[in-house]
């Protein structure tokens, strides 16, 4: 008989009155699996600096918005959380919180990726007049364009300028962003939670004016997108964007333009809603939330072998049918799928240890001879867990390039026990 767990709380820090559904659909889960909950909307200043925290359940952590507190208070509670070894989620973001949420700094980091700057959306200051014609007359963007607020939501305070004389009417440029406007045929909220896409939702605006950016937000009509190929695509390129943005939860936005059919990243929400999204798909988040976070806690209490391939196989069906196959492959010891697994880690850096290329580089060489994989499986045991939520790697931020790391590990395991 296992022996019983011990009683868990989930805590959500979260205090805008405006997401309360969002905080009772986590509520409400974790009293459905036996939890208790607990709601954290600020901190006391003087407990905070002492970290006088030990009256507060922290150690299953859903940290979305500290409202009452500034930002550097927020960045003691989150140091506090990660130094103690906290489960939490979106805590080690790319350039902080507030860096994430600005569109800007967003599209930036998808500059950098090869992969995402082929659907990074042009995106720049708009400091003044003079500063917006500079981009226009450099050939940087065109008319239209659209200006929008540096941290702006749901398509609220978007404005589209047609022409210069457009341009004139605009009296405040504190704040604002250009960007190309790209004429929509659908938006797209894809959700993904430890490296997979979990749901895909189509949003369509209204197709009479679709300069009506609120109603492609909000989306006019919304539907379950079941094209296969979309998905493949769209799932793709909404990991990589969490990958990058190191988020483990969140809602990334994406447009497809309804004349070059090119799809871009609009942006990732760290504390993505689901108001929408779960009537349309009946996908529960919270619930999925808990799951990833049951794991990672049931993670420190079980061998590594065990947690490895309970988090896999449960998520395998987040995979393409292709790379399902691959996992399975690879598993198999199936030598000639190694070839189609170099190609997932072309042009990765594979100079620091914790790298995926050069992760996929030990597991390889250990592959091909298990066995003299002994050190190689000491040395993967022990790195940290994946922030992803993924086990092989702390920098393994996709589930698609977790899978297969992991069925190479199992396999040399497998292997290296009958040795």
């Avoid at 004016?209 to 799932?235: C, M, N, Q, Y």
Wanted: hydrophobic share 35%.
């Amino acid at each position: 008989m296992e022996p019983a767990k011990a009683h868990r709380t989930l805590t959500v820090v979260e205090g805008r009155q405006e997401n309360k559904k969002v905080i009772d659909d986590f509520k409400k889960a974790a009293e459905d699996r036996g939890w208790g909950f607990s709601q954290l909307d600020g901190l006391n200043s003087d407990r905070l600096a002492r970290f006088d925290l030990s009256d507060i359940p922290l150690d299953y952590v859903v940290y979305r918005n500290l409202t009452k507190n500034n930002y550097t208070e927020s960045e003691r509670l989150l140091t506090f959380l990660k130094q103690n070894h906290k489960i939490i989620i979106n805590a080690d973001v790319t350039g902080a919180r507030a860096s994430t949420s600005d569109k800007h700094f967003q599209q930036g980091l998808f500059l950098l990726d090869p992969f995402l700057k082929d659907y990074a959306l042009p995106t720049y200051e708009a400091k003044n007049k003079l500063n917006v014609m500079s981009y226009i007359k450099g050939r940087r963007v065109h008319f239209p364009i659209v200006l929008k607020y540096r941290y702006g939501t749901t398509g609220k305070d978007i404005t589209l300028i047609k022409d210069e004389s457009d341009l004139e009417k605009v009296k405040d440029f504190n704040d604002l962003l250009i960007e190309q406007y790209i004429e929509p045929e659908c938006d797209y909220r894809v959700f993904v939670m430890g490296g997979a896409a979990i749901g895909i939702m189509r949003k369509n605006g209204d197709p009479d004016h679709p300069e009506d950016f609120v109603a492609w937000s909000a989306g006019r009509s919304k539907f379950i997108e079941d094209d296969p190929d979309t998905i493949e695509i769209l799932s793709k390129i909404a990991c990589r964007a969490a990958d990058v943005s190191r988020l483990e939860y969140t809602g990334v936005d994406i447009i497809r333009d309804a004349k070059t059919k090119k799809l871009y990243i609009l942006e990732t929400n760290y504390a993505a809603g689901w108001m929408n999204f779960t009537p349309v798909t009946k996908i529960n988040i919270p619930d999925l939330v808990l799951d990833w976070i049951e794991d990672r806690a049931d993670a420190r209490e079980e061998p590594i072998e065990k947690s490895v391939k309970k988090y896999i196989d449960k998520r395998k069906k987040y995979l393409s049918k292709t790379d399902q196959k691959l996992y399975e492959d690879i598993l198999a010891g199936k030598t000639e799928a190694l070839k189609e697994a170099e190609k997932k880690f072309a042009g990765k850096e594979d100079k620091y240890t914790y790298n995926t290329g050069a992760i996929f580089k030990k597991l390889m060489s250990a592959y091909q001879d298990p066995s003299n994989a002994s050190n190689t499986i000491a040395e993967i045991e022990s790195m940290p867990l994946s922030w992803a939520g993924n086990y092989i790697g702390p920098e393994v931020g996709t589930l698609e390039e977790g899978a297969i790391l992991s069925a190479m590990y199992l396999y040399i395991l497998g292997k290296n026990s009958k040795v």
